[in-house]
Protein backbone atom coordinates (compact mmCIF):
# COMPACT_ATOMS: atom_id res chain seq x y z
CA UNK A 1 0.00 0.00 0.00
CA UNK A 2 2.92 2.46 0.68
CA UNK A 3 4.09 1.66 -2.94
CA UNK A 4 0.92 3.31 -4.36
CA UNK A 5 1.21 6.59 -2.11
CA UNK A 6 4.67 7.00 -3.13
CA UNK A 7 3.46 6.61 -6.59
CA UNK A 8 0.59 8.98 -6.57
CA UNK A 9 2.55 11.12 -4.64
CA UNK A 10 5.68 11.72 -7.05
CA UNK A 11 3.04 12.12 -9.57
CA UNK A 12 1.29 14.66 -8.03
CA UNK A 13 4.77 16.31 -7.33
CA UNK A 14 5.87 15.48 -10.97
CA UNK A 15 2.05 17.63 -12.20
CA UNK A 16 3.05 20.30 -9.85
CA UNK A 17 6.16 20.61 -11.19
CA UNK A 18 5.01 20.67 -14.44
CA UNK A 19 2.98 23.59 -13.86
CA UNK A 20 4.83 25.76 -12.08
CA UNK A 21 7.43 25.49 -15.34
CA UNK A 22 4.52 26.54 -17.65
CA UNK A 23 3.39 28.87 -15.70
CA UNK A 24 7.34 30.60 -15.56
CA UNK A 25 7.57 30.62 -18.96
CA UNK A 26 3.95 32.60 -19.73
CA UNK A 27 5.14 35.01 -16.94
CA UNK A 28 8.10 36.38 -19.07
CA UNK A 29 6.49 38.59 -21.68
CA UNK A 30 7.92 41.49 -23.16
CA UNK A 31 6.65 44.87 -22.63
CA UNK A 32 5.24 46.84 -25.67
CA UNK A 33 3.43 44.17 -26.88
CA UNK A 34 1.34 44.76 -30.00
CA UNK A 35 -2.08 43.74 -30.86
CA UNK A 36 -0.59 41.16 -33.69
CA UNK A 37 1.44 39.71 -30.83
CA UNK A 38 -1.85 39.37 -28.59
CA UNK A 39 -3.87 37.55 -31.36
CA UNK A 40 -1.16 34.97 -31.90
CA UNK A 41 -1.06 34.06 -28.42
CA UNK A 42 -5.03 34.43 -28.14
CA UNK A 43 -5.54 32.27 -31.00
CA UNK A 44 -2.63 29.80 -29.68
CA UNK A 45 -4.23 29.72 -25.92
CA UNK A 46 -8.13 29.18 -27.31
CA UNK A 47 -6.69 26.28 -29.75
CA UNK A 48 -4.87 24.82 -26.30
CA UNK A 49 -8.32 25.36 -24.63
CA UNK A 50 -10.26 23.76 -27.14
CA UNK A 51 -7.82 20.54 -26.87
CA UNK A 52 -8.03 20.50 -22.99
CA UNK A 53 -12.13 20.33 -23.55
CA UNK A 54 -11.50 17.63 -26.03
CA UNK A 55 -9.77 15.73 -23.45
CA UNK A 56 -12.83 16.15 -21.14
CA UNK A 57 -10.49 18.68 -18.58
CA UNK A 58 -11.13 22.01 -19.16
CA UNK A 59 -10.62 24.03 -16.31
CA UNK A 60 -12.68 27.40 -15.30
CA UNK A 61 -9.34 29.52 -14.60
CA UNK A 62 -8.42 28.84 -18.02
CA UNK A 63 -11.54 30.98 -19.34
CA UNK A 64 -11.45 33.08 -17.03
CA UNK A 65 -7.86 34.47 -18.34
CA UNK A 66 -9.20 34.35 -21.56
CA UNK A 67 -11.88 36.03 -21.12
CA UNK A 68 -9.52 38.67 -18.62
CA UNK A 69 -7.07 38.87 -21.92
CA UNK A 70 -9.82 39.57 -24.22
CA UNK A 71 -10.92 42.36 -21.88
CA UNK A 72 -7.88 44.02 -21.44
CA UNK A 73 -7.44 43.67 -25.29
CA UNK A 74 -10.60 46.07 -25.93
CA UNK A 75 -9.01 48.46 -23.76
CA UNK A 76 -6.25 48.52 -25.53
CA UNK A 77 -3.66 47.06 -22.70
CA UNK A 78 -2.04 44.88 -24.97
CA UNK A 79 0.59 44.17 -22.48
CA UNK A 80 -1.81 42.54 -19.78
CA UNK A 81 -3.32 40.79 -22.69
CA UNK A 82 -0.87 39.14 -23.65
CA UNK A 83 0.42 37.87 -20.47
CA UNK A 84 -3.03 36.97 -19.60
CA UNK A 85 -3.23 34.71 -22.76
CA UNK A 86 -0.50 33.39 -22.16
CA UNK A 87 -1.19 32.37 -18.62
CA UNK A 88 -4.53 30.94 -20.13
CA UNK A 89 -2.22 28.47 -22.75
CA UNK A 90 -0.22 27.70 -19.68
CA UNK A 91 -3.08 26.50 -17.89
CA UNK A 92 -4.75 24.94 -20.99
CA UNK A 93 -1.23 22.85 -21.90
CA UNK A 94 -1.43 22.08 -17.63
CA UNK A 95 -5.05 20.75 -17.55
CA UNK A 96 -4.04 18.88 -20.93
CA UNK A 97 -1.23 17.42 -19.41
CA UNK A 98 -2.83 16.76 -16.31
CA UNK A 99 -5.83 14.44 -18.22
CA UNK A 100 -3.29 12.79 -20.29
CA UNK A 101 -1.04 11.86 -16.89
CA UNK A 102 -3.85 10.54 -15.52
CA UNK A 103 -5.07 8.52 -18.25
CA UNK A 104 -2.73 5.89 -17.31
CA UNK A 105 -2.36 6.93 -13.42
CA UNK A 106 -5.10 5.08 -12.13
CA UNK A 107 -4.33 1.99 -13.01
CA UNK A 108 -1.31 2.02 -10.77
CA UNK A 109 -3.88 2.60 -7.64
CA UNK A 110 -5.72 -0.31 -8.29
CA UNK A 111 -5.26 -3.24 -5.98
CA UNK A 112 -3.75 -6.51 -7.64
Not at 36 to 52: C, G, L, S, W
Not at 55 to 71: C, G, P, S
Amino acid sequence: MNMIKSKTAMRLSILSLAFVQVMAGATSVLAASSEDDFKTAYITAEAANREADRLRNQWTVTAEALADAKKAADKGDFDHALASAKEAEALAKASIFQATNEKEAWKNLEIR
